[in-house]
């Protein structure tokens, strides 16, 4: 049987297949990249379906995205409360204490993240309009997303975080920003991010550096280098996000500020 790779998540399906069956990106069209190397996530189609262990994954709408969950039994995911939309009556959910409780109460950040276990339905979205970025993650592998932009991820992934001195925005920059990182161990998992506006990806060869405003970051591989850089320009003291490859970096093309970023 032929296959068909995934420009996208690297994952293989038979040829033919027109959706990605483990991120929904479209097979069937072409990968849109910049000049300068910037590849657009994929624009999930409305009603778009991908499949995580044995649940399903199904997007709604475009301007403020929805990810609907049907979770199959002995499945779950995590998430901050306030992004879940809607649940079916029978979805268990429970609290647990996230790691640095106190670091996450002085940085704004929620202190509990809520996990859902199968089976039954429920849906997911943020407060702003933008894309819905859906990275599986194969075992033995970590990514780093900024605060703010993790909307949920599968029980097999491993959720801690730390704190990026002198980042947040360039102009609010000077005291930080933290960074949400996943990891799998032997199993797969699943990561679903919120970018607002759009999203793009470029693949930095080893020792690659771009600048990006802070506030245009959205996630990076554990190998790419993420250090805060003073802009040499009169005036206030104003810092761009240095990464350094190799791997992937995500930004977005419009950042919203919350209150807590500081």
């Known amino acids: 049987m032929d296959f068909v790779s995934c420009q996208w998540c690297q994952s293989q399906s038979p040829a033919g297949t027109t959706s990605c069956p483990a ?11 910049s000049d300068s190397g910037w590849m657009e996530a994929p624009k999930l189609r409305d009603m778009t379906e991908f499949r995580f262990s044995n649940s399903v994954c199904q997007v709604e709408g475009e301007v403020v995205p929805v990810a609907e969950i049907a979770l199959a039994q002995g499945d779950a995911v995590f998430f901050e409360h306030h992004v879940m939309l809607w649940k079916d009556p029978q979805v ?4 647990r204490a996230a790691a640095g409780g106190l670091k996450r109460v002085l940085a704004g ?14 849906a997911f979205s943020r407060d702003a ?17 900024r605060e703010h932009a993790f909307l949920l991820g599968t029980h097999s992934i491993s959720y801690s975080f730390e704190r990026i001195k002198g980042l947040a925005n360039i102009v609010y920059g000077g005291s930080g920003m933290y960074l949400d990182r996943f990891v799998t161990q032997g199993e797969q998992g699943l990561l679903i991010l919120h970018g607002c506006g759009n999203v793009f990806q470029r693949t930095l060869a080893a020792g690659e550096k ?4 802070p506030g245009g970051f959205l996630y990076k591989d554990s190998s790419v280098g993420l ?18 490859g190799p791997g992937r970096v995500g930004i977005q093309s419009m950042y919203h500020h919350y209150a807590t970023e500081q």
């Open 23 to 33: 991120c929904g990106a479209a097979l069937d069209q072409r990968d849109l990249v």
């Open 227 to 244: 250090d805060s850089v003073k802009i040499d320009i009169k005036g206030p003291d104003l810092r761009m996000a240095e990464v350094t």
């Open 92 to 95: 268990p959910i429970a609290s």
């Open 109 to 122: 950040m929620p202190v509990f993240l809520t996990y859902a276990s199968g089976p039954g339905r429920i």
């Open 129 to 145: 309009t933008g894309e819905l970025v859906v990275l599986p993650l194969h075992p033995n592998m970590e990514i780093d997303v």
């Open 210 to 213: 771009i600048l990006i405003e």
